[in-house]
């Protein structure tokens, strides 16, 4: 069975700092990762993912991950946070056997301060 | 546009009532989600179809039923023996062939007992 480990609730970053966003996994086949971001009363939008080939992954809104087999992580990443980041964000491993079912982690609720 | 749409956006259900959640997709995806999401749970699967006619329990799915009849259509019935219905759902789909493919979230139904 495979399951996702978001550390930290919460995480409270300055307005242009370093926002770093943790992910562990656990699954006995390799994974396929990905990272949704989802603001209020909205559904989950797609940030980045990663399936095969590089292990550096770039997404929309200059955040990035890395995934790291030998930690089982895969960090979300940006160099500089803008307010408009506020959000929930939630990493997710798929079930690789073709059924395309993902298993999510609790969320981790990302605020700015101005 | 292409995209996913869930109606309605609210929904009351009185006691010992049966409610549908409506979820429609118009991007010829083949396989369909429905999810619950609680404050601190992240996302948990209730049902979901990879084609028409043919559906399977996810890991939450006493107290709930789905249909799928149409390939664009995944409704969801929230029944009375669902004994916890108040959550945010949300439906997901995605292309059927090929791993590692991403899930596109529709807006949610928010679903109030009364």
């Known amino acids: 069975a495979q399951s996702v480990t978001q550390l930290g609730s919460h995480v409270s970053v300055s307005e242009g700092a370093l926002v770093l966003l943790r992910c562990n996994y656990s699954?006995?086949?390799?994974?396929?990762l990905f990272w949704y971001v989802q603001y209020p009363n909205q559904g989950l939008q797609l940030l980045l993912k990663?399936?095969?080939?590089?292990?550096l992954v770039k997404g929309i809104n200059g955040f990035e991950a890395e995934f790291k087999k030998s930690e089982t992580s895969f960090h979300l990443t940006k160099p500089s946070a803008h307010m408009s980041d506020a959000a929930e964000y939630f990493c997710?491993?798929?079930?690789?056997?073709?059924?395309?079912?993902?298993?999510f982690g609790t969320g981790t609720r990302l605020t700015i301060i101005p | 546009d292409g995209g996913i749409t869930q109606s309605p956006k609210y929904l009351f259900r009185k006691e010992g009532q049966n409610v549908t959640l409506s979820c429609e997709q118009n991007?010829?995806?083949?396989?369909m989600y429905w999810y619950r999401q609680d404050p601190g749970q992240g996302l948990r699967l209730i049902y979901y179809?990879?084609?028409?006619?043919?559906?399977q329990k996810g890991d939450i799915a006493e107290g709930y039923s789905v249909s799928r009849e149409k390939k664009e259509s995944f409704p969801l019935t929230v029944t009375s023996a669902q004994k916890n219905p108040t959550a945010f759902y949300l439906c997901?789909?995605?292309?059927?062939?090929?791993?590692?493919?991403?899930?596109?979230f529709g807006p949610g139904t928010r679903l109030l007992v009364l």
């Open positions: 699954s006995s086949v390799p994974p396929y």
């Open positions: 997901a789909s995605s292309n059927r062939q090929g791993r590692g493919e991403t899930q596109y």
């Open positions: 997710a491993v798929s079930d690789n056997f073709g059924n395309e079912k993902l298993t």
């Open positions: 990663y399936t095969t080939g590089a292990t």
């Open positions: 991007l010829n995806h083949d396989a």
């Open positions: 179809s990879q084609i028409v006619n043919d559906f």
